[in-house]
Nanobody, 115 residues
Framework: QVQLVESGGGLVQAGGSLCLSC???????????MGWYRQAPGKQRERVAV???????DYADSVKGRFTISRDNAKNTVYLQMNSLKPEDTAVYYC?????????WGQGTQVTVSS
């Protein structure tokens, strides 16, 4: 069983920055991949950024150049640095871990960007 605990959400003005953290209860190097998803009210959950076991990253087009996913293996933590935030980034952000063949999710953290 894998537990994921997110933190770092909050309220920020447009143009501001936030950094989300996700601490895993197991060694993240054993994960196939870890990533961040978000879900805005009335919308489907969408993938924001992912980092695989080799360190390769991938981003949704809407956040490229503004968000950066990284990890600290010693702390079993994955981060999402979010810069130049826009009101359309407002959503609940979820940490995801793929520990084949299972998927694990955190409880979510709210990010609200005011205009």
């Amino acid at each position: 069983q894998v537990q994921l605990v997110e933190s770092g959400g909050g309220l920020v003005q447009a143009g501001g920055s936030l950094c989300l953290s996700c601490v895993a209860s197991v060694n993240i190097l054993t994960m196939t991949s870890m990533g961040w998803y978000r879900q805005a009210p009335g919308k489907q959950r969408e993938r924001v950024a992912v980092i695989d076991s080799g360190g390769s990253t991938d981003y949704a087009d809407s956040v490229k150049g503004r968000f950066t996913i990284s990890r600290d293996n010693a702390k079993n933590t994955v981060y999402l640095q979010m810069n130049s935030l826009k009101p359309e980034d407002t959503a609940v952000y979820y940490c995801h871990a793929k520990w084949a063949p299972f998927d694990y999710w955190g409880q979510g953290t709210q990010v609200t960007v005011s205009s």
